[in-house]
């Protein structure tokens, strides 16, 4: 069985994304690993060449800024990345520059793919998430974070990435996935409350253009990120990837937040207290079809 990794990079040093130890966090379990960085205003590309792997494999592009509004641009570098991959690849792992697989998850990702190697009925395996925010240590346990997304693709070409690069699609329909037992961790909103506004105002041209008054306005408003603005946050009790850890160390900031304080509607109170009953998500938007 052949293992390929596949990611995409811009600008990584000035908008902070972990794209090297996302890189890491994968590279035990796949045989090559497609790097396609973009055309960056920072030393991005030295950054990945000072990975010291040879599965790695660089490739370069230029972004079309012309497709930028609705975040189109992610998914079309996300679709070059993909068709870079070694033909002979039975499995396609795709990791964003913001994730990251901590190790205890590997044995149970490699298990399914071998197992779902051959099965045409799985196209793909779910992953679970968990979204940090503010710090390492906080998390976001309500609605508005999605709880799962696909990962690992069969490597067909007729998959592509869907809109933004969240989710994939093939001949228009969403995918047949098994969900497997492993969680993504997405450190997309853990900065600086400088960076946090810095890289916001920095990308947010990926979903709006010039034209759009909230993006003007977005673009003159202060540059401290506020935090506060949560529905609900939970303390994080487990561990972080290893591959994490030098830069957990080097945290600069610090937030006290009060995940006691809940703001949400009286509806989305009621489906959070089923979720956290049940541990069922009732009425979620599903980017996939799972097989039972």
């Not at 796949?30 to 000072?50: C, K, N, P, R």
Request: no cysteine; aromatic share 14%.
């Amino acid at each position: 069985m052949f293992i390929a990794g596949f990611t995409i990079i811009k600008n990584a040093i000035i908008n902070d994304y972990p794209i090297v130890e996302a890189i890491n966090s994968i590279l035990p379990i796949v045989d090559e690993m497609i790097v396609l960085a973009g055309d960056s205003e920072d030393d991005t590309l030295q950054l990945i060449q000072s990975i010291k792997s040879d599965k790695i494999k660089i490739h370069r592009s230029v972004w079309d800024n012309t497709l930028r509004k609705g975040g189109e641009i992610l998914a079309v570098e996300t679709n070059k990345a993909f068709k870079l991959i070694n033909p002979k690849a039975d499995w396609a792992f795709y990791i964003q520059a913001d994730e990251a697989i901590h190790e205890q998850y590997l044995p149970a990702i490699k298990q399914a793919m071998e197992q779902y190697a051959t099965d045409k009925k799985v196209e793909g395996l779910l992953f679970n998430y968990t979204h940090f925010y503010g710090t390492y240590d906080y998390v976001g346990d309500s609605r508005k974070w999605y709880s799962k997304e696909i990962r690992v693709i069969k490597n067909d070409p007729s998959i592509y990435s869907y809109r933004d690069a969240q989710g994939f699609r093939k001949e228009g329909r969403k995918l047949q996935v098994k969900l497997i037992n492993a969680f993504v961790y997405h450190y997309g909103w853990v900065k600086s409350p400088k960076q946090m506004k810095m890289k916001l105002k920095n990308v947010g041209n990926l979903w709006y253009d010039d034209s759009s008054e909230y993006w003007q306005s977005y673009l003159k408003s202060d540059d401290i990120f506020n935090f506060d603005d949560y529905d609900s946050l939970t303390i994080f009790k487990a561990t972080h990837p290893k591959v994490l850890e030098e830069r957990i160390n080097n945290q600069h900031w610090n937030l006290n937040i009060d995940v006691s304080k809940k703001r949400m509607t009286l509806k989305n109170k009621v489906l959070y207290l089923i979720e956290k009953i049940t541990g069922k998500r009732l009425f979620e938007y599903s980017n996939y079809k799972i097989i039972r």
